[in-house]
C-alpha cells in the first residue's frame, strides 16, 4: 500500500516539495485506476527576459491566501473536465537561480487528449489569475517586476 | 481606527516591509491612499492614474481577501483591524 499523503496544491517556499512528492500522490489518488497517463509542466528560471535582457536570477513574491485560493479554485475546476482525474499546481515563492524550478503542474488523466488540454489549461489560467509576481533580476544590475 | 496594509512585488521593494498599520480618521480607502503616497513618493505613479485623480486601473483593491469591485473603489468603508492589499497585474512563474 502506498502510504504517501495526499498533497495540497498551493504555494510553497522554494524547494520545499520535490516533482517527484507530487507525482507520488497522484498515483496516490484513489481513483488512479482510472488514469492512463500522467501528465507534467515545470516552469523553470529562464536566462533571458522578454525584452531580451540577460537575466541574472530571479523573486517570487506571492499573496498566499489569495493565491492558495485560486489555484484550488483552478484544480477543481479542471478536475470537473470529462477524463481528469487529479490535477495538481504547486507554485514556490523565495529567490531563485537560473534553471530554477518554479512552478509544477501534474496532470492525472484517463486519456492523454484530456490531459494535453488540462495541463495547457492549467498553466494559462495559474500565469493570468494567481496572486503571483516575478522579479527579473538583471545581470546589468537593474531589475524589473513582470506585469 | 487602525488598518493594515500588506505589501506584495513592487510594494514591498519600496516599502522594505511586509505589511503597515496606518491610524485613519476618515474610515475610507481614499485616506489610506493619500497617506501611503505622502510617505513612499514612488507609490504615486503606481497607485494613480495619469492625471491623479483616482485609483489605477491596474489596481486591485483586496480587503481582508475579498476583492472589491466598482468603479468608486475610492469611497469605501473601512473597518478596524481592515487588511488592505493593492495589487499590480499578476505573473505567475
Known amino acids: 500500500m502506498n502510504e504517501t ?3 495540497r496544491s498551493g504555494i510553497y ?23 492512463g497517463s500522467i501528465h507534467v509542466f515545470t516552469g523553470i528560471v529562464r536566462e533571458s527576459s522578454k525584452e531580451g535582457k540577460q537575466v541574472k536570477s ?3 513574491d506571492s499573496f498566499d491566501d489569495m493565491a492558495n485560493i485560486t489555484i484550488d479554485d483552478i484544480c477543481e475546476s479542471l478536475k470537473k473536465k470529462n477524463g481528469i482525474i487529479d490535477v495538481k499546481i504547486v507554485h514556490f515563492k523565495g529567490d531563485f537561480s537560473l534553471s530554477d524550478d518554479l512552478v509544477y503542474v501534474v496532470v492525472g488523466s484517463a486519456h492523454r487528449e484530456e490531459g494535453f488540454d488540462a495541463i495547457k489549461n492549467a498553466v494559462d489560467l495559474y500565469k493570468k489569475k494567481i496572486a503571483v509576481w516575478k522579479r527579473e533580476d538583471f545581470i546589468d544590475g537593474t531589475s524589473k517586476w513582470i506585469h | 481606527m487602525l488598518v493594515e496594509v500588506l505589501y ?10 511586509d505589511t503597515e498599520k496606518f491610524d485613519l480618521s476618515s474610515k ?4 489610506l491612499i493619500d497617506l501611503l503616497i505622502k510617505k513612499y513618493d514612488p507609490m504615486l505613479e503606481l497607485l494613480l492614474d495619469k492625471k491623479n485623480e483616482s485609483l489605477s486601473n491596474n489596481i486591485s483593491v483586496i480587503v481582508n481577501n475579498k476583492p472589491i469591485h466598482g468603479q468608486d473603489v475610492l469611497s469605501i468603508f473601512l473597518n478596524e483591524g481592515d ?9 505567475g512563474g
Open chain 1, 13 to 35: 517556499n522554494k524547494g520545499e516539495i520535490t516533482l517527484d512528492e507530487i507525482i507520488k500522490s497522484v498515483k496516490n489518488n484513489p481513483k488512479i485506476k482510472n488514469v
Open chain 2, 28 to 31: 475610507n480607502l481614499k485616506e
Open chain 2, 8 to 17: 506584495f512585488a513592487e510594494f514591498k521593494d519600496i516599502t522594505k516591509k
Open chain 1, 5 to 7: 499523503k495526499e498533497l
Open chain 1, 58 to 60: 530571479m523573486k517570487i
Open chain 2, 83 to 91: 487588511k488592505i492589499a493593492l495589487l499590480l497585474p499578476v505573473s
